[in-house]
């Protein structure tokens, strides 16, 4: 280190305005926190466990438990309609678990060093969002490989599956907001956990992935048909199977916009109280 | 005189508990101050605020100019954070934390990694650069946090107990470290709960007690301040104690203590001068001493008498309850 000169704002007593990050910047800062989340992940991969076995039992559970009765003995054609949707809930309850782990990461000092560095406030959280894709894509894998084993077949194109599994994955980042607010704004990592599992649940199983909504009394109908994870599974069922996308898709791109505009900014906010 | 950190009136509550009282603070371009105090003084807080993690209720403070409230990113800019809270990556190495901080910094990749080998080196860490942190000694952790503070070249440092915790071997390779970047030009603001270190590093001393400033100055006129010299002579032979007592006694006109374990007398002085009188009547009287010398009141003395609670006490409160300063600061 040579010879140190303090800012010339002590010399010259001018106060220019105050500086900001940009949004280039933001992104540049929360793309290499995301790197630092993935390169956590290859050390303890122990920390995948729960998006390589739920869909593992969810799909097996579903087809061979309760398929037979479900879809009174099409079982294949069972598969062919809830594999879309597992995917889509199992993506949902992987996005959950990112307001855990912040909770417990942002009562660490290392925290306290990102805060008082000259870098996004965002950017701490973004980079644990999107390090999360490791872990949808690990999900994804996972469900696709072993639904192809027991019979599961794309019956559109490749271009349409990988525009599938984009969407998904931006689905789980949207919705991943939500988990980031209840983790800054919790106490404890616990809490966060059962709060979240609350949530989920009518979120999850309260829509069209295990059983047609016409067969649900008409209240739950009415939320089956405007559940997020409803309408993003006919969107998948859609781009995977053939069928209609337009309607699905836009109701999807809606809810994933308004989880962002109303959580990002409530998440900032609980991150700024929580450091203080 | 330009200031590298400037603080007035802080106050900071927590719900009734009053944590800053009122502070105020200035640390000139290329100092070190130590910032002196037990857990609870509200030492943590102010670094704190100082660095941008917190907003105070009450008082301003300016970084460099800039004003950590209004400007908080140009403040983040030029300071670095190292201490009890601001840690590095547990699960990550020492290498790639320091990389990922340069990258942060918007350093290129390779920029980033040279100045990582940089700073591994300097701080003795190449061999565990890519060792788990988990592994590493206390002294080594501490060097790291260090290293990590400084990857932005930092011209304002914030050092909140630094050596807490360390032995007394690591805690002399962080004064090492600290007295080098002083070197180089970089203001210090060094909290610590060990009188003997803002003794040895910091060009001023500010005493923190209860959310306020108890006293502020250089730690010789600190001292000075609390009470008078000392003079304290040892005999090379224990049968000369009478005699070098009765010289005393008869400079100083008062009785000197005696330590008959050590031999040492001790007396308080007035008038530094006495030494050379001293020296000249131990001469003529034939008496052999192996010490003599004037000695300032110990830091633990300037506390006492600062705050009406000996340090030592308050230290060790802190180490039955560590979580204390945590919750409050």
């Given amino acids: ?276 | 005189m330009s200031y590298a950190i400037q603080a007035e009136g802080l106050v900071k509550r927590y719900g009734n508990m009053v944590a800053l009282d009122g502070v105020d603070l200035e640390v000139p371009v290329g100092k070190v101050i130590g910032v002196l105090g037990p857990n609870g003084a509200g030492k943590t807080t102010t670094v704190r605020i100082l660095a941008t993690l917190m907003r105070p209720d009450g008082g301003r403070a300016t970084v460099g100019g800039y004003d950590v409230m209004k400007d908080p990113v140009r403040v983040r800019g030029l300071i670095g954070l190292t201490g009890q809270y601001a840690s590095v990556d547990e699960s990550l190495s020492g290498r790639e934390n320091l990389v990922l901080l340069g990258r942060l910094l918007d350093m290129s990749k390779r920029n980033a990694k040279a100045r990582a080998v940089e700073l591994l080196e300097r701080f003795e860490l190449v061999d565990a650069a890519d060792r788990p942190i988990s592994t590493f000694s206390g002294g080594m952790r501490r060097r790291l946090d260090l290293a990590a503070s400084l990857v932005g070249r930092p011209q304002v440092l914030y050092l909140d107990e630094p050596t807490t915790g360390l032995d007394p071997h690591a805690r002399n390779e962080v004064w090492e470290v600290v007295r080098r970047l002083v070197a180089d030009g970089t203001t210090v603001l060094l909290t610590t709960q060990y009188l003997e270190e803002a003794d040895q590093l910091a060009d001023r001393i500010t005493v923190f007690d209860h959310g306020r400033v108890v006293a502020e100055g250089k730690p010789g006129e600190l001292k000075r301040r609390v009470g008078g010299q000392t003079l304290q002579v040892r005999p090379t032979l224990a049968s000369d104690l009478d005699e070098v007592g009765r010289i005393l006694a008869e400079l100083t006109g008062a009785a000197p203590a005696r330590d008959l374990n050590t031999g040492l007398l001790t007396v308080p002085v007035a008038d530094p001068m006495l030494v050379s009188a001293l020296v000249r009547r131990l001469d003529g009287a034939g008496v052999a001493v192996d010490e003599l010398g004037l000695r300032l009141p110990s830091l633990d003395e300037v506390f006492l008498a600062l705050t009406g609670r000996p340090a030592e006490e308050s230290k060790r409160n802190t180490q039955q309850n560590p979580i204390a300063e945590r919750n409050v600061a």
Avoid at chain 1, 3 to 29: D, E, M, N, Y
Avoid at chain 1, 94 to 103: F, H, P, T
Wanted: with cysteine; aromatic share 8%; net charge positive.
């Fill in chain 1, 1 to 276: 280190m040579t010879t140190t000169t303090i800012a010339p704002a002590v010399i010259s007593g001018t106060q220019p305005s105050p500086l900001r990050i940009g949004p280039a910047k933001a992104v540049r800062h929360g793309l290499a926190l995301a790197g630092r989340g993935i390169v956590k992940i290859g050390k303890s991969p122990a920390q995948l466990i729960d998006v390589i076995l739920t869909p593992i039992v969810f799909l097996l559970m579903f087809v061979y438990l309760f398929g037979g009765a479900i879809a009174g003995g099409d079982v294949a054609g069972y598969l062919q309609t809830i594999t879309p949707g597992i995917m889509v809930m199992t993506v949902f309850q992987a996005s959950i678990g990112i307001g855990v782990s912040l909770n417990a990461d942002a009562s660490t000092g290392v925290f306290d060093r990102f805060r008082s560095m000259p870098i996004a406030r965002s950017a701490p959280l973004v980079g644990a969002v999107l390090a999360d894709l490791v872990r949808y894509v690990v999900c994804l894998a996972v469900l696709l490989t072993l639904a192809t084993v027991m019979g599961y077949r794309v019956q559109t194109n490749p271009a349409a599956a990988l525009a599938a599994i984009a969407l998904l994955i931006a689905f789980g980042m949207s919705f991943s907001w939500i988990s980031v607010y209840v983790g800054m704004l919790m106490k404890t990592p616990g809490s966060v956990q059962g709060l979240m599992t609350v949530l989920v649940i009518p979120l999850t199983f309260a829509s069209n992935v295990f059983v047609p909504s016409q067969t649900m009394p008409g209240w739950l109908r009415v939320w089956s048909d405007i559940n997020p994870v409803s309408l993003m599974s006919d969107a998948l069922r859609g781009l995977l199977n053939g069928g209609e996308v337009a309607g699905p898709l836009f109701g999807s791109l809606v809810w994933m916009a308004g989880v962002v505009v109303v959580f990002f900014p409530l998440a900032m906010r609980a991150y700024r109280r929580n450091a203080a």
